[in-house]
């Protein structure tokens, strides 16, 4: 009997200290930011009357898949930075209020990954977190065209907006105007080793004399922007008539200059002979009549 009641003590503190110990979480919350801003990474125990010894800060990415202390302060906070990272990381909780919040500084791509929040209280021993930390890359965007279109019958392309290196994907359309019925937009979206794309959007159509000159916007649209982007660009359609005319006018302006140079030059030369007093020679009106 007393060996049953040894037992059901001992099973009842079990479950005691078991629920006790369930009650005790970690709470943080993922964060997303822009590359180049700073990331407040937010980390509380809560349902905890324990001591506290420690907060330790690990992290995963891509570049190094396992995880890796970064950060630990004591609970007389004396603060440890391991890996590189100390000019980075500041520690923005607060020891007595159990909270072990980090901002961690000046955001790259390569600092995207799993944050994990480790408290060590006595006597239950550690209780952690996972914060996904994302982070957006802005695109640099462009407009031109590789090959300057030409006016023909066939279909090329007419213009090209790039949005280059953005994370995740922009978001790429055209503001056409009355251009919307004759040319159609194609959209090509490649991605590199670092998770970066790149969003080439082509407007295809048949170049004609009507296109040139006229006005198309490129829209943009990323989280990591602030406000859309629109980027105005003049279709710029080359004409091979225009092309012959050009052309022929500029051999008559050149010939012409040509020609008004040597009359210069031979007038020249006939005033100083006239100077000097030497014989200029003059062309016989007979010359051209038959004997």
């Not at 059901?8 to 930011?33: E, K, M, P, Q």
């Not at 050149?254 to 007038?267: R, T």
């Amino acid at each position: 009997m007393n060996y049953f009641n040894l037992r059901l003590t001992a099973i009842c503190l079990a479950l005691l200290l078991r629920t006790t110990v369930n009650a005790v979480r970690v709470i943080g919350r993922d964060v997303s930011v822009t590359a180049g801003d700073d990331a407040q990474l937010f980390c509380q125990l809560v349902e905890t009357d324990e001591t506290l010894t420690s907060i330790t800060w690990q992290r995963r990415t891509k570049e190094k898949p396992t995880n890796a202390d970064f950060f630990a302060i004591t609970s007389d906070g004396e603060e440890g930075h391991i890996n590189g990272l100390k000019d980075r990381v500041k520690f923005t909780g607060d020891i007595p209020g159990l909270s072990g919040s980090i901002l961690l500084s000046n955001i790259t791509v390569s600092d995207e990954g799993i944050y994990t929040c480790i408290f060590s209280i006595f006597p239950s021993g550690p209780f952690d977190t996972e914060i996904h930390l994302t982070v957006q890359d802005p695109p640099v965007v462009s407009v031109s065209t590789d090959v300057p279109p030409v006016a023909s019958d066939t279909e090329e392309v007419l213009a090209t907006c790039t949005a280059f290196n953005a994370k995740p994907a922009a978001e790429v359309s055209w503001n056409l105007g009355d251009l919307s019925d004759t040319v159609k937009v194609q959209t090509n979206v490649t991605v590199d080793s670092e998770g970066r794309y790149t969003v080439k959007s082509s407007l295809i159509g048949v170049a004609s004399k009507d296109h040139n000159q006229k006005k198309v916007q490129c829209l943009v649209s990323h989280p990591g922007l602030k406000e859309k982007l629109e980027l105005k660009y003049t279709l710029n359609i080359h004409c091979t008539e225009c092309t012959t005319c050009w052309t022929l006018v500029i051999v008559a302006l050149f010939a012409g200059v040509l020609g008004f140079l040597i009359w210069k030059f031979n007038w020249h030369q006939s005033v100083f002979k006239r100077l000097r007093g030497d014989p200029v020679p003059t062309v016989s009106p007979d010359l051209d009549q038959p004997r």
